[in-house]
């Protein structure tokens, strides 16, 4: 991992848009720059060049002008000692004197005296490329450059025929010849070569400065102005791709770039919002399904509890119709069995004194009689109970006032509510609105709970009853609540199944709160428990309201009245 990290940093530095930039930038500048240094050293060339070549002809000039008089007065030891005199000047390297016919009638170099020399030579091309020699010759073709050791510069400088060279007598020439020869004069050009090395190199070392110094400027100012924002970018879009929406890039420009950060701010904004919309959705669809859920939940275990109690219902029937028949015999051959036995027990004492033991039986045996009498009575009771279970008996549905029902359900067990020591709160609203009920049904269901809250305190306690409305949904409730011993939290979730019940033997037989269920369902309405061991047991009914426009118009005495009952 270590070796392939600098490699792939290298990687991307390489591959990156600023590197991109550097490069390309570096290489228009390495050819614009060495273009014009290319161009600088050939103008700097041509401009040492003419300034040598104006040097020799300002050379020529002299020496013609300085052997002009020696010519005229044919001193030819005298022309020989200026000539040899200049040419021994440093960067010199010969002078000739040329005749007409090419014959070197003059030279610094003795080999090359009287030497005629080729029209179509080096010396000569200048004045004899046509047929008939060039009485003036143009400044460019006066000048040649050749290479001998170093490179030479010769200048030809015509000689003309002056009116006093033809006119003089010692040497006339014909006054139509009008060139009389030329000198041919041939400078080093070693020192302007090395000048212009010299100034070559400079210029290619400035160049090569310069250009170092704008690449080191380009890439800080391309990193400054392209690569901070575009790896700032980057950054940006990778943390954008890990999942961190709503991530700002700071704007420092107003560029294409700026434009470019800030379109990226506005998406990534956009993606939040649209990430917390989405997620408040999902958040709302899973509140949605856990709701359908719990509605399917609770209509499943209504459809399970609607079988159950059918069910049991259709049981209970038939055990009902099947057992009454020899529990009233049972009873009424009990009856007749202890009437027997007082007969005959009374007959046998009027004929003869009374006996002990035998007193002792007869008693055991009508206390048998008396426990088989009483236990048939209660299997009736239970037997009438499963009947009134799983009988759909009719409802009689009207308009109802429920703070009456309680008041009514409150006197029929305002004695047992006394002797239990049960203090009564009745918290009714007086503008509750009348009900579609079956009272007599409603009140069976009160009563039912007010003796479950009765046994619950057998040391006495508070029962509070309330009733209020709600108008969305429209539906009354009533609340029973005591401060009794409550219910465990193990049976809390099945206190609705019959023959269930947390009361000793011979207390109940746990159908009350199964058969209120059964009301309230009937009803359209629900009933919900809440208990705490040793806090006690709230039961909540709940019954949709009249839509009628009078069911407000409730009596205005109904609470007074129950508040009455319980004081009294």
């Not at 746990?510 to 006690?536: D, F, K, N, P």
């Amino acid at each position: 991992m270590p070796e392939t990290d600098p490699t792939r940093r290298w990687h991307r530095l390489t591959h990156s848009l600023s590197a991109k930039l550097n490069v390309l930038l570096l290489g228009a500048m390495v050819v614009i720059f060495a273009l014009l240094g290319y161009l600088n050293v050939r103008l700097h060339r041509r401009h040492l060049e003419q300034n040598t070549l104006l040097s020799a002809e300002r050379i020529s000039d002299v020496i013609k002008q300085s052997t002009t008089d020696y010519m005229l007065r044919n001193d030819r030891e005298g022309l020989y000692r200026t000539i040899q005199t200049i040419a021994s000047q440093p960067g010199m390297v010969k002078i000739r004197i040329f005749d007409q016919d090419g014959k070197i009638t003059y030279t610094t170099d003795p080999a090359e005296l009287n030497h005629v020399v080729d029209k179509s030579a080096e010396a000569c091309y200048g004045c004899h490329t046509q047929s008939q020699p060039l009485a003036r010759l143009n400044r460019p073709d006066r000048f040649r450059i050749y290479r001998n050791s170093e490179r030479v510069l010769g200048i030809i400088t015509p000689i003309e025929n002056r009116p006093a060279c033809s006119n003089a007598a010692c040497h006339a020439h014909p006054a139509d010849q009008q060139i009389l020869g030329v000198i041919d004069t041939n400078l080093s050009l070693a020192r302007a070569d090395v000048q212009l090395a010299e100034s070559s190199r400079r210029l290619i070392f400035y160049t090569a400065c310069a250009l170092l110094l704008i690449a080191c400027l380009s890439w800080f100012f391309i990193w400054r102005v392209v690569g901070n924002p575009v790896k700032a970018l980057e950054r940006g879009t990778k943390r954008l791709a890990a999942g961190e929406l709503g991530y700002q890039i700071g704007v420092d420009s107003k560029d294409e770039i700026g434009e470019l950060a800030q379109s990226f701010n506005e998406m990534s904004r956009q993606l939040q919002a649209e990430h917390n919309q989405n997620l408040a959705w999902t958040h709302t669809l899973e509140e949605r399904v856990d709701q359908k859920t719990s509605e399917l939940k609770r209509a499943h275990e209504h459809a399970l509890h609607t079988e159950k109690m059918a069910s049991i219902g259709k049981m209970a029937a038939v055990l009902a119709h099947e057992i009454n028949n020899p529990l009233s015999g049972i009873l009424t051959y009990s009856k007749l069995l202890r009437k027997w036995m007082e007969r005959e027990w009374n007959v046998g004492r009027e004929g003869g004194p009374e006996s002990g033991p035998e007193d002792s039986r007869h008693q055991e045996i009508r206390e048998a009689l008396d426990l088989i009498a009483s236990e048939s009575r209660r299997c009736g009771d239970l037997v009438k109970n499963l009947l009134t279970f799983s009988r759909a008996t009719p409802m009689n549905l009207q308009p109802t006032d429920l703070n009456q029902v309680i008041g009514r359900s409150l006197r029929l067990v305002q004695h047992q509510l006394d002797l239990a020591g049960i203090h009564v709160e009745p918290q009714l609203d007086p503008n509750l609105p009348l009900v579609q009920c079956d009272a007599a049904q409603i009140e069976q269901v009160l009563l039912a709970l007010i003796m479950n809250a009765i046994d619950a305190m057998p040391q006495g306690g508070n029962l509070w009853l309330a009733t209020s409305f709600e108008h969305e949904p429209t539906q009354a409730r009533i609340r029973v609540r005591d401060d009794g011993s409550g219910i465990p939290p193990d049976v809390l979730p099945r206190i609705f199944e019959p023959f269930l019940t947390t009361k000793e033997t011979g207390r109940g037989v746990g159908l009350g709160l199964a058969i209120s269920r059964s009301i309230l369902e009937r009803h359209r309405g629900t009933i919900e428990v809440q208990s705490e061991l040793g806090r006690g047991t709230t039961f909540t009914l709940t019954l949709p309201a009249q839509d009628s426009a009078d069911a407000r118009q409730t009596p205005a005495d109904a609470q007074d009245k129950v508040v009455a009952t319980v004081r009294r």
